[in-house]
């Protein structure tokens, strides 16, 4: 099984740009969630997602749009990208009856 | 809030040196307390958790016991290999969307 995957593993944007994260998981878990790291600072929630079609904001969802149309997939849409979303972006994925979340590699976006 | 606070890194061990990384939190309920590790270059993965007060997860060699009296979950392991070498994170879990991370603590083991 791949787990989590998210593509892509780097990207630089300017300024206003717009861009979408894609995230996939293949173990038809419910729950999925992105998360934003700074440097030096913890995991933060941006959006989580509890099935298809149902979406909601977490601890830090400012400048940020999720989408989940299928059980597998949960892409992130940075609209208007501004620096202070420099980052690495990781997605999760785990099962309704489980606290432990599959992390995928992450994403480190650059914003300049 | 709840919040989690680990100790800064990077801690740098030789092989086979004991290793504790400290973590404390502050939660108003009864959190699930997590260690994950993240090695270079992947997600992070699940290394142990624990549920409730008293319970001691334990993983690889690693272990953990959730302090409630001192709100503690400290992460140890007894004799430290070059493998061990990543970043490992405390976190708390009060529900399947509340879930806080500590800074991250990184660690070099050194043959």
């Known amino acids: 099984n791949a787990g989590v995957t998210q593509t892509p593993k780097f990207r630089i944007l300017k300024i206003g740009q717009s861009m979408t994260l894609q995230c996939t998981q293949d173990?038809?878990?419910?729950?999925m969630y992105w998360y934003r790291q700074d440097p030096g600072m913890g995991l933060k929630l941006i959006y989580y997602?509890?099935?298809?079609?149902?979406?909601d904001k977490g601890e830090v969802p400012n400048g940020y749009n999720v989408s989940r149309s299928t059980t597998e997939d949960f892409p992130l849409r940075l609209e208007l990208a501004a620096p202070s979303q420099t980052s690495v972006y990781f997605c999760?994925?785990?099962?309704?009856?489980?606290?432990?979340?599959?992390f995928g590699p992450g994403t480190r976006l650059t914003v300049t | 809030g709840d919040s989690v606070t680990q100790m800064e890194g990077p801690v740098t061990l030789s092989e086979e040196a004991f290793l504790t990384i400290n973590c404390t939190y502050t939660?108003?309920?009864?959190?699930?307390l997590f260690w994950y590790v993240q090695y270079p270059g992947e997600g992070l993965q699940l290394l142990l958790k624990?549920?409730?007060?008293?319970d001691k997860g334990s993983n690889k060699g690693f272990e953990a016991t959730y302090r409630k009296e001192t709100t503690s979950f400290h992460l140890e392991k007894g004799s430290v290999q070059v493998s061990d070498s990543a970043v490992y994170f405390c976190a708390l879990s009060a529900g399947f969307n509340k879930f806080y991370f500590g800074s991250g603590t990184k660690l070099n083991v050194k043959p």
């Open positions: 999760a994925s785990s099962r309704q009856d489980s606290y432990e979340q599959y």
């Open positions: 624990a549920t409730k007060a008293d």
């Open positions: 173990m038809n878990h419910n729950y």
């Open positions: 939660a108003t309920g009864y959190p699930s």
């Open positions: 997602s509890v099935g298809a079609g149902i979406t």
